[in-house]
């Protein structure tokens, strides 16, 4: 009777532990992925306001080295556009024609102006967008309401000029 009355107290206790570690291996399968780290998208649309700078050693004479400049970005189709005006002394400014998100970082190459479609006005063709021959890329970090980057600009293939940029976020009136 004392070895029936052990076997049926060590089953409960047996049954007990068993039942927990499936309860606990049952809960562990259910629990949420962790969230990505990656930057959504949507951090870097808005209009952003700030600042533009000369990254160069010598800028050209009489430049002024902080120019004020306005961002835009929106999301199109799943895809990041949008402007940055001025850009070099026009208020055609620069168009982004294809951004990726890379870690935490915006990538974008942009055209001076505004792109136009392949074959407007042009005989015989050619390349789509403003000045074809300047090209830009930029890249932006966000910090928030804070926004921090650069733009490489480049004649054809050859390295022409650099600017830096400090943003922030615009804030709508109420």
């Known amino acids: 009777m004392a070895l029936n009355l052990r076997r049926s ?15 606990s291996a049952y809960l562990t ?16 649309v808005g209009t952003w306001v700030g600042t533009q700078a ?14 004020p400049v306005t961002l835009e970005l929106q999301l199109v189709d799943g895809k990041i556009a949008g402007t ?9 400014g620069a168009t982004i ?21 392949a074959n407007a006005g042009r005989r015989g063709g050619g390349a789509p967008g403003g000045n074809g ?7 932006f970090r966000n910090d928030g309401v804070k926004m921090s980057g650069t733009a490489d600009i480049r004649m054809g293939d050859v390295p022409w000029t650099k600017f830096s940029y400090k943003l922030e976020k615009k804030r709508s009136r109420y």
């Open 29 to 44: 399968a259910q629990a949420p992925a962790p969230q990505s780290s990656a930057p959504l998208p949507t951090r870097f």
């Open 84 to 92: 940055m005006r001025p850009f070099l002394g026009g208020e055609d």
């Open 9 to 23: 107290l060590f089953g409960s206790w047996g049954l007990g532990i068993g039942s927990l570690f499936v309860l």
């Open 133 to 139: 021959a300047i090209r830009i890329a930029f890249v």
């Open 97 to 117: 024609t294809d951004a990726t998100i890379v870690g935490d970082e915006l990538r974008a190459t942009a055209a001076v102006g505004r792109p136009r479609p």
């Open 54 to 67: 000369w990254a160069i050693k010598d800028p050209p004479p009489g430049a002024n080295n902080e120019q």
